[in-house]
């Protein structure tokens, strides 16, 4: 299995809901990680996960909150969030976090608008 | 600040011809870079990674060169394709720490017929 899944791959929320992103994979890569990306622009760091203690947090607002629960999943809760944070989340995985030889793959994306 | 920096105009070019992608870095020093290709709507997907002492890196149609001199990657398709219309995403990456992989600004390139 040579992929990452992503759920949902749309979502549609309201400033006031809660809801969360989901990502898993099955490679047995240790280091996850969230990118956001808005249209015609690259893929943003958020999170990186590395044996599921959380790495790197590129001061990200506290709306956003990510979890691993084990090391081929990854959440990422929202709370309050803003229509400015509509944009498509990117979830990817690597062997490791500790040598730039490690490649990314990447999940498909979850589409999310906030209204 | 540190900065990447690629073709911020559409590259648009005839089927069968090469395709040249630049990817400028600034107050990085990195060990590796790595391209990825990314198809609208869908995540990145990794193409080709070179190391700081190679000078060029080839797989079939495609090739990348890094000249750690001028802070430059440079990546060539060959013999491009309609199909080979895309965004083009390079990453140089510093060995030291985490790991942290930063995409350059991506430069979108149109193949036609």
């Known amino acids: 299995d040579t992929e990452v899944t992503q759920t949902p791959k749309h979502l549609v929320m309201g400033m006031t809901n809660k809801k969360s992103l989901k990502c898993e994979q099955h490679?047995?890569?240790?280091?996850m990680y969230w990118y956001k990306q808005k249209a015609k622009k690259p893929p943003e760091l958020m999170f990186v996960?590395?044996?599921?203690?959380?790495?790197i947090n590129e001061s990200v607002p506290s709306r956003f909150s990510p979890e691993c629960p084990n090391s081929s999943l990854l959440n990422l809760h929202l709370h309050a969030l803003q229509p400015e944070d509509s944009a498509l989340y990117l979830c990817?995985?690597?062997?490791?976090?500790?040598?730039?030889?490690?490649?990314?793959?990447f999940g498909a994306g979850s589409r999310l608008t906030v209204l | 600040s540190q900065k990447i920096e690629q073709n911020s105009e559409a590259l648009n070019i005839q089927e069968g011809k090469t395709a040249t992608l630049t990817c400028n870095y600034t107050?990085?020093?990195?060990?590796?870079l790595q391209w990825y290709r990314q198809d609208p709507g869908r995540g990145p997907v990794f193409l080709l990674l070179?190391?700081?002492?190679?000078k060029e890196k080839r797989k079939e149609r495609l090739k990348v060169t890094f000249d750690t001199t001028l802070k430059q990657s440079l990546f060539h398709i060959t013999a491009s394709q309609p199909a080979d219309s895309a965004t083009y995403l390079c990453?140089?990456?510093?060995?030291?720490?985490?790991?942290?992989?930063?995409f350059g600004t991506g430069t979108r390139l149109l193949v036609s017929p």
């Open positions: 990817a995985s690597s062997h490791g976090i500790l040598s730039g030889a490690n490649v990314l793959t």
């Open positions: 490679m047995g890569h240790r280091a």
């Open positions: 996960y590395s044996y599921e203690k959380l790495s």
């Open positions: 107050n990085y020093s990195p060990a590796y």
């Open positions: 070179i190391r700081e002492n190679e």
């Open positions: 990453a140089p990456i510093q060995n030291t720490g985490f790991q942290k992989l930063v």
